[in-house]
């Protein structure tokens, strides 16, 4: 870790998450950085990846028991289109032609809040005088974001609903 912000933010996110297991991040090719947090048990490990605010201050999140690395990867890549390319927020759907995710069902994000995966996760919160605003990144099949595409948000939320789906993406 090379900033204040960045110890900040993964100190907050620990304590959000009630775990004190350390960091793991990346640094990518393109300059940008992600984190990684185990936040499971040994029988049950879980992460939550998330992204590193770079220019802008979207936070992007995701909470899966897959590969901690290339989830890291994903959120590093989101940070990256966010503040290079479009401003990602609520309800938007990314495709996504990342290899891993695509051989585990997965072909798009709903970017979402938190509190779909974790009630106590804050929208947003004040790290060395920037205003961090946290995206839940989730992970979609073809089928759901179908549905979101065809038939709204609402649509896709009931669908979730009728077949408890989980919000933490399993890999």
């Not at 907050?12 to 009630?18: E, H, L, Q, T």
């Not at 185990?38 to 201050?57: M, R, T, V």
């Not at 099949?141 to 979101?148: D, F, G, H, T």
Request: some cysteine.
């Amino acid at each position: 870790m090379s900033s204040d912000f960045e110890k900040h933010l993964y100190l907050f996110i620990s304590d959000v998450m009630k775990t004190e297991s350390d960091l793991e991040w990346f640094e990518f090719p393109d300059g940008y950085k992600a984190g990684s947090i185990f936040i499971g048990d040994e029988a049950d490990p879980i992460y939550i990846n998330y992204s590193f605010p770079n220019k802008l201050n979207d936070c992007y999140l995701c909470i899966s028991d897959g590969s901690h690395k290339d989830l890291a990867s994903q959120m590093a890549s989101l940070q990256q289109y966010n503040e290079n390319e479009a401003h990602l927020c609520h309800n938007h759907t990314v495709p996504t032609d990342d290899k891993y995710l695509n051989e585990n069902g997965w072909y798009s994000y709903l970017i979402t809040t938190p509190q779909i995966s974790y009630s106590k996760f804050p929208e947003n919160t004040e790290i060395q005088g920037r205003n961090i605003v946290f995206r839940l990144a989730l992970p979609l099949s073809k089928n759901e974001k179908s549905i979101k595409i065809d038939q709204g948000i609402n649509a896709l939320m009931d669908y979730f609903q009728k077949i408890e789906r989980d919000t933490i993406s399993f890999v």
